[in-house]
């Protein structure tokens, strides 16, 4: 590989490793690399250095012009690395800015103007520009110099300075504080914020159903024979024992007469029950959570629901009790057990004149 000359732009200097850590041969492909700091990269770095800018661009323009001081004072040739020589140029170009289509006003043009010497002094040798500078890049081709660029992979982390990161955190703490507000969200209990029901339709209770139930409680309630008939004559003493074991037969028209309301409101009661199941079987119950999604606790809460028409919304107390059968009637008691009713009381209590009250009032 040829030798090579390159000319450092102040970039070089500020965005990347220090001039003595960088592999320039490879870089250049190169055997030999002589590198020039020109007068002009000298000022520009100073400037930087004294120029309320990043402190980090500070800090880097300063460290350059350090370790540049104490290159200048080695004995020449300065070897940086293993065929790396850095020179420094004595001067600022000589040459006709005008003529060379250049402006005396921008530090770009003196560093084209350095190069464009050192190859009017150094024919053969053609320099070119280490930058990664667009515009001096653009400028430079207009002059028929050759570009160059450093691999990006060694380019410096663009740092953010002290102050700077502090401003930043600053920044972050105020938009986590204004955003500190609680997200309420109502859910169901399935964890979602919708709820599909299937609603079932109406069951209708069969006729057949009714008579089969009727002829149940008719079997276990049946009534009562008023009517004595043995189908013979009886004798004193069995009408007496009659008398006695059976219950009197205005009692027995009087339960029987209770139990045909008794049969109809069960028969109602059938009809409502099965009402009452049907409005169960198409009734939800509705769990509405509260979840708070936000950064920050919420308090003094109101929600506000709205249900669209279309069903009956109730609170769970609200709901109405299933029907309760009518209850079932006592037996008219006979002779005998209101007479071993009246013989079972207290002996204070017991007389012919009660006992003959008791049983009177219930013949009467």
Known sequence: MPSKV???????????????????????????????????????????????????IRERAAAALRRLHNLFDSTPP?????????????????????????????????????????????PGTPPFIVTEDLCLKLKSKTHGILVRQLPSTLRLPDEVDASQKRITQLEREVSRLQNRIPVLKLYFANGQDRLHLRVSPLQQLEPDAIARSMEAIRAKH????????????????????????????????????????FYLEHEQYLVRLQDYRNLRARTAEL???????????????????????GFELVNGEDLDEPPKPPKSLRKPATMQELIAGAAAMPSRFRSFGDIEGRIGSRWQ
């Open 287 to 309: 769990k509405i959570m509260l979840a708070n999604e936000g950064t920050c606790p919420a308090d003094d809460i109101d929600i506000y629901m709205h249900f669209p028409d």
């Open 78 to 122: 300065i070897m940086i690395r293993d065929g790396v020589e850095l020179q420094f140029r004595p001067q600022d170009p000589l040459i006709d800015f005008a003529e060379q289509n250049l402006s005396r006003d921008v530090s770009d043009d003196y560093l084209i103007a350095s190069t464009l010497e050192f190859a009017q002094d150094h």
């Open 6 to 56: 390159a000319f450092l732009d102040t970039n070089t200097f500020l965005h990347y490793p220090p001039v003595d850590q960088i592999d320039w041969r490879a870089a250049l492909e190169a055997d030999e690399v002589v590198l020039i700091v020109a007068p002009v990269i000298i000022r520009e770095l100073n400037l930087r250095k004294d120029t309320p800018t990043s402190p980090k």
């Open 222 to 261: 049946p009534k009562l024979q008023t009517n004595i008939d043995v189908g013979r004559p009886v004798t004193l003493g069995e009408m007496i024992g009659i008398t006695f074991a059976g219950i009197p037969a205005e009692h027995a028209k009087e339960y029987n007469e209770k139990l045909d309301a």
